[in-house]
């Protein structure tokens, strides 16, 4: 079945500095892909959407691309803020597409 | 209203009792879902629903039952748990049960069984 690998170790950046994170996948390519924000003892909320015959995505200050080769999605978040601290889950379709499973997440911490 | 809502927001049960965790939308999504998400863990999925039917059910153990009364409403229905059982149970929805759309997460149901 699919797996998904996010970096489990926090990444610390700087206020106005871009956040990069990391979700590789371990099996079929998925069609689609997907990127939520989650704030501790709260829901997730959906943040973008990439679809596999897309390269790039942007959104305001977020950019997520997608390579299919590599079997990777990036996600930065640009001149990045402390509000901008999370949890960062990545998502695909699993099942033909009629289930999404979750990574772990990436803990962000942005200082002032 | 794009908001799906949870109740209870916290609640600590025994072993022996039965409880039920409430979820509602009125977005006029037609799937809804049932997650349960243990600490620095990512939501593993429960139960999906399509037209009020259930059309997922992720080998969970019959203690937790789920129902869907209407196209808004969604239970989770918890009986005889056990300590291993406690975590944020979330409930989400969707336009439709394809992978291809956002889900709208609630803000959870922190949930402790002692």
């Known amino acids: 079945s699919q797996k998904i690998e996010q970096n489990s170790e926090a990444l610390n950046i700087q206020e106005g500095k871009t956040a990069t994170l990391t979700c590789n996948y371990t099996?079929?390519?998925?069609?689609?892909l997907q990127w939520y924000r989650q704030d501790p003892g709260r829901g997730p909320v959906f943040l973008l959407l990439i679809r596999e015959n897309e390269k790039e995505k942007r959104k305001e200050r977020l950019k997520v691309t997608f390579d299919t080769t590599l079997k990777q999605s990036l996600f930065h978040i640009t001149a990045s803020q402390p509000a901008d601290s999370a949890t960062y889950l990545c998502a695909l379709d699993e099942n033909g597409g009629f289930k999404t499973i979750f990574g772990a997440g990436t803990r962000l911490f942005v200082k002032a | 209203d794009t908001e799906v809502t949870q109740t209870p927001k916290h609640l600590v049960m025994g072993m022996t009792n039965k409880k039920s965790l409430k979820c509602e939308q009125h977005?006029?999504?037609?799937?809804m879902y049932w997650y349960k998400q243990k600490a620095k863990k990512p939501p593993e999925l429960m139960f999906v629903?399509?037209?009020?039917?259930?059309?997922i059910n992720e080998s969970v153990p019959s203690r937790f039952s789920p129902e869907c009364p209407n196209s808004s409403l969604l239970n989770l229905h918890l009986h005889a748990l056990q300590p291993e059982d406690s975590a944020l149970y979330l409930c989400?929805?969707?336009?439709?049960?394809?992978?291809?759309?956002?889900?709208?997460f609630g803000q959870g149901t922190r949930l402790t069984v002692v």
């Open positions: 977005m006029g999504h037609r799937a």
């Open positions: 099996n079929y390519s998925p069609a689609y």
């Open positions: 629903y399509s037209y009020e039917k259930l059309s």
């Open positions: 989400a929805s969707s336009q439709e049960m394809t992978a291809n759309t956002e889900a709208f």
